[in-house]
């Protein structure tokens, strides 16, 4: 009996201690869908969700791997709040009754193999990748049917706001790529790639530049033998994506005047398209990831990429800028795999650019804030 | 008891025939998220939905206007059918113990509103709006500042396929607009629009054109009086929107190579801004939808738009095409409405051609057949 006291007493004063703890400033994220008020961010970074579910037994918030359970009202209403995030963009979902559904009340992004809710934690760098008044450049869709994978594909191409206006001037482009589970929405989308070259061009901190997003996910069609079909991303990438670019764009097609970067599984990706073909790339990025990925042991430089970075001074000689970053708070493997890669670099001498996003872990903050450093650095 | 016995055996045959009635051909939809087997469409145009949801009492699928239940196996999975639906497009959504969400197997689309679900009913004549092997234009998302909103806005432009690779030649333009509780992401969306062009782009059957999708919500700044804010879609068409495009893009900047149309509330907005600006627009395309909504009462000429059609040689003379379309299923109030403004134009001697979507209501497929048909008669 005096235990059921203790109990309830301690669970009654938690109870008090959570609810005054959450600071009452919750505002709408900025990317709910138009007139939707919930869900709301407060200046601590919660997240604030709110769903009518009047026959509901039990309504999750399922975000950054916890689910919080969320309080009915009387009225049917549940309403629930996670603990701080870190600020950018998540994705999450609701959780009604054992049913994993994104949030109606926010617009909706591809990510970790689905399209589901996001929600935006405001950051004190937002102006960065800001929606701002601007001159603003356009994202194209391009749709296309690739011969090597036999099924129609689609990338997302920025021009600069100027693009259009100066018909006889040619410009450099950064093929950009997204991560696992994730796809060519992932950069115009969430990634806010087009605002954060905006903002960097008008303020003349980055050379107009074009940049292409096309889907890292690719396979040669299904063969009568089965198995698992071969990825033939570099492949689509050298002899469909970039020739169908420089034919329908205004490029500069040589490798002084193209770029290539990508985030997490793009960065490996990229890295080895990058190595593999410096007859057509002067510039290299990878955010939050390496192709030596997941090890982080040492590497060797005889084997490692057919041996691409066995003379360091002829990588010097060739990649302009060779650029990593990776946020303060990504889990393992990133910063062991990105660290061993780096000790390597220094072994070899080959210069390097590295950048670290305060307090934030393997998410698009992150690279929003890496496509912000590195595009500054290109075609210069 | 008696009755009671009838009533179950009623029951039991009537569950019967409709498990019979069901034709077990379901095959996923096309819009579904990738690698989503469910939600799935049978031959009869029946919807079939599933979602794991172990510990919910009541799952329903909640599409044209009707509630389905679902049915729960051991593993927590909820499956359930519609009755057959009509070709084409449709909005859905599923409930969850009271939870109006949507489905997580399928892309999500805009329209009633809010971000939903969406689920295509193969139709006979779906080649006029499939992603086939042609030459593929080019759906730019163009950013704005708006001074007269006072706020950003967005629209997408499809640019034809020979747009890119011929920098000396200018184009027509079709300004074309989505419906109520819908936005600009529309008509690119779940309309097609690009894909309808480039079919008949290939086909030889249109002319190429640039086809312009803005937001037909615009209101001015609240102001501090209160009162609801004014609808100011015209002034922004006229005074921001087309002109920015005439800037960007290289168009044919007269009413002869200018176009105007849109689907219900956007035929009703459209044909007021071309009736009110015959110095801008030559063609007209109204798809279910007239300015004289919802009313069916006979239109007097003299009042209607200003007396706009009061003088029928004066727009024959500067209407080239007078297009209007209408499913032959959608309900009260667009034939009434639809058929006073006839009555109108022919009382007036004014030429026009009108279409009938067979057996489609007050939904896409009556539009992307309208805009199939009308981009043929355009700037020819």
């Known amino acids: 009996m005096k235990n059921t006291f203790v109990l309830i007493a301690a669970l009654f004063i938690c109870g008090i201690c959570t609810a005054q703890d959450v600071v009452e400033d919750f505002k709408p994220s900025s990317v709910n869908q138009p007139g939707k008020q919930y869900p709301q961010v407060n200046s601590e970074g919660r997240v604030r969700a709110q769903i009518l579910a009047p026959e509901a037994n039990n309504v999750r918030l399922d975000i950054g791997g916890v689910k919080y359970e969320m309080v009915k009202d009387e009225n049917g209403v549940w309403t629930g709040e996670s603990e701080p995030q870190d600020v950018g963009f998540h994705y999450y979902q609701l959780n009604v009754d054992g049913a994993s559904v994104p949030d109606p009340g926010t617009k909706y992004f591809y990510g970790a193999g689905r399209w589901g809710s996001g929600i935006e934690i405001p950051a004190?760098?937002?102006?960065?990748?800001?929606?701002?008044?601007?001159?603003?450049?356009?994202?194209?869709?391009q749709n296309y049917f690739s011969e090597i994978t036999q099924s129609f594909r689609r990338c997302f191409v920025y021009t600069p706001a100027e693009y259009t206006n100066n018909p006889e001037k040619r410009y450099p482009v950064l093929y950009l790529q997204h991560g696992s589970f994730e796809d060519e929405t992932g950069w115009p989308g969430q990634g806010q790639a087009n605002c954060i070259l905006d903002n960097l061009i008008a303020a003349n901190k980055a050379v107009p530049m074009i940049i292409v997003m096309d889907n890292g996910y690719a396979y040669k069609p299904q063969?009568?033998?089965?198995?698992?079909?071969?990825?033939?991303?570099?492949?689509?990438?050298?002899?469909?994506?970039?020739?169908?670019?420089?034919?329908?764009?205004?490029?500069i097609a040589d490798r002084e005047h193209r770029a290539i970067a990508g985030l997490s599984m793009g960065a490996n990706q990229t890295m080895r398209i990058c190595m593999n073909n410096l007859d057509k790339f002067a510039y290299y990025g990878g955010f939050s990831g390496t192709s030596n990925y997941p090890s982080s042991d040492e590497i060797n430089v005889e084997t490692f990429l057919?041996?691409?970075?066995?003379?360091?001074?002829?990588?010097n000689d060739q990649i302009k800028v060779f650029w990593l970053g990776l946020g303060t708070k990504e889990p393992e493997p990133f910063p062991g795999s990105v660290g061993a890669f780096r000790n390597m670099l220094e072994k070899q001498g080959i210069d390097?650019?590295?950048?670290e996003s305060p307090e934030t872990a393997h998410e698009w903050q992150t690279w929003r804030r890496s496509l912000h450093q590195y595009a500054q650095l290109l075609f210069k």
Do not use: C, Q
């Open 306 to 315: 057919n041996g691409a970075f066995k003379n360091g001074k002829s990588v």
């Open 124 to 141: 004190d760098d937002r102006n960065i990748y800001a929606l701002k008044d601007v001159p603003h450049g356009l994202v194209s869709e």
């Open 352 to 355: 390097y650019v590295y950048y």
């Open 223 to 251: 063969t009568s033998g089965g198995g698992r079909p071969a990825m033939v991303f570099e492949e689509v990438m050298l002899n469909e994506i970039i020739p169908m670019i420089d034919n329908r764009f205004r490029t």
